[in-house]
């Protein structure tokens, strides 16, 4: 099969920075990448990106892909030199009230294959709220799977919603600081055994899943909402303040589907920029008071008209969300390469260790 793949210029300084701000060797780096990922890159390649030397931006995706599973976010244009990027000169920037905020914001995240019940539950402990997302076909016919206690008869249906419902289960108990504190007393053992429970039927539901050719997806994105929060987060703060505020929110996706990670893309029409604009437009925006005063109802019901009159909604538009996994450069350029393989390193490089 035949590719037409666009190469790109690394920004080499930048990614070596980044590896070697992190304590790794090259060979560190992509020993880790294979094991935390799944992704393979020759040793050659990579000397080749901290060169500068043209390369497959898929390449360059896997780079952004690693930090950010270790919570270092990038933005592709970071790694990425464009000198064909015509400077504008004397061009007069447009005044705040000439400024035209866009109708989308097109936000990505990456989700990450969840490998056992521990990638899960770094993720709840991070957020507030979770959604769940079923791009495929679940079966719900009795399929036989063996376990430790001998033969049992069960469905994708039924382990998916067993999950679901572990998933909620433990996000409620962690958002409870009680339980967690009850956690650590010598005490309350039974909690401990609760959780080994869960760890162990987590993964074994997982394991079903796999075997039936689905695989779960998570990651935490930020999504911007009005809200009040406290001004100040010192304890013994008492003012509080409407205004536009990043929510984490747990995405979850069940996918038949054979790959490492998988690209959430969402076309967000309530993006922070409309929002801030809209607090201003509506003087909305020092909407500022001390805990007794937000207790007034005639307080929240301003709140509440304002937002109904924009007609505003806090949550995730499905229908704005798809799922993929395509490398975000364009494949404009004719640079031929069989099976995505870089052709430099295939007929220059054939004696290099490609064990990465």
Known sequence: ???????????????????????????????????????????????????????????????????????????????????????????????????IIQTYDYQKVYLYKVNHFEDVSKLITKSSRRKFFYPLTINSSNITSWRELGVIYTSEKDVVKRMVSMIGDFGKKHLNNKNQIAREKYDNADLEFDLIDIVSDFGEFLKFLNSQGVNLYAANFNLAQFGVEAVDPHPYNDLFKYGVYDKVITIFCFKRDNEQDLNFNYENFW?????????????????????????DPEINDEIQAFEESIKYFDGIDTSKVTFDHRVPFTNDDFDYEPDGRDLAEMNNYKDEDESF
């Open 271 to 295: 993006h922070r920029e409309k929002l801030e604009q809209l607090l201003k437009k509506h003087k909305m925006d020092n909407f500022e008071k001390n805990q007794f005063e937000w207790g």
């Open 1 to 99: 099969m035949i590719q037409i793949v666009k190469k790109k210029k690394p920004n080499s300084k930048k990614i070596k920075q980044l590896r070697e701000t992190n304590n790794l060797s090259q060979e560190d780096f992509l020993s880790r990448m294979k094991e935390d990922l799944g992704y393979t890159m020759s040793r050659r390649t990579y000397q080749r990106i901290e060169k500068g030397d043209d390369v497959q931006p898929k390449y360059l995706d896997y780079i952004i892909k690693f930090y950010d599973k270790k919570n270092i976010k990038l933005n592709i244009d970071e790694l990425v030199l464009d000198n064909n990027k015509k400077k504008i000169v004397n061009k007069k920037s447009k005044s705040p009230a000439e400024k």
